[in-house]
């Protein structure tokens, strides 16, 4: 079955980090544009950061460089690592896959992990 | 950057009726090489991720139901409910991905049963 499930969300203090994964089956991730996407509580659908297929990366303004988006190929999980984090990261973050006919329309989503940052 | 404002915020109907919610983009989507709109609509129920239900503007993805339907050009854009079902109680999401790349998504319009 083709599916995402990310893990590694949870509590963390501002400034902390957190690295949060995303496992696909069914599918290869480095053939495929992967993208993080977050939701704040209550709020809209912000994209974080995209990585291609060719390695090159995209990062949202409200990241950048604080945010690394990978991929391992040989365990075919998406990874996000998150350093100085603020209370404004507190989201839902999603995994998505980009489709085969269009790489920026996000055709298959994880269930998504929930990220806390508070002191 | 392209921005995408959703009309409304939120609106109520009665089961079986037409719902149908507004994107306007700041500036036009239509991709000139394939003379398509570069706009998509995601369903996101409660508690679940987004679902992709239409791009370039009226394409239905695989499996979605036939009263669900995209319209529009330019910059001006719709999604319309021909009969709202009850499993249609949804936050929708019109998503440009015209550029900059990936794009930017509406804020969002909650459809709710009156």
Redesign the interface.
């Given at each position: 079955e083709v599916q995402l499930a990310e893990s590694g969300g949870g509590l963390v203090q501002p400034g902390g980090s957190l690295r949060l994964s995303c496992a696909a089956s069914g599918f290869t991730v480095s053939s495929n544009y992967m993208s993080w996407v977050r939701q704040a509580p209550g709020k809209g659908l912000e994209w974080v950061s995209v990585i291609y297929t060719g390695g090159g990366t995209y990062y949202a303004d409200s990241v950048k460089g604080r945010f690394t988006i990978a991929a391992d190929n040989s365990k075919n999980t998406l990874y996000l690592q998150m350093n100085s984090l603020r209370a404004e990261d507190t989201a839902v973050y999603y995994c998505a896959r980009g489709t085969t006919s269009n790489y920026w329309l996000l055709g298959l989503w994880g269930q998504g992990t929930l990220v806390t940052v508070s002191s | 950057d392209i921005v995408m404002t959703q009309s409304p915020d939120s609106l109520a109907v009665s089961l079986g009726e037409r719902a149908t919610i507004n994107c306007k983009s700041s500036q036009s989507v239509l991709y000139s090489s394939n003379n398509k709109n570069?706009l998509?609509w995601?369903q996101q129920k409660p508690g679940?991720?987004?679902?992709?239900l239409i791009?370039w503007a009226s394409t239905r993805?695989s499996g979605v139901p036939d009263r669900f339907s995209g319209s529009g050009s330019g910059t001006d854009f719709t999604l319309t409910i021909s009969s709202l079902r009850a499993e249609d109680v949804a936050v929708y999401?019109c998503?440009q991905?015209y550029g900059p790349?990936?794009?930017?998504?509406?804020?969002?319009t909650k459809v709710e049963i009156k």
């Open positions: - | 570069s998509a995601y679940q991720p987004p679902k992709l791009y993805e999401y998503h991905y790349l990936p794009g930017t998504f509406g804020q969002g």
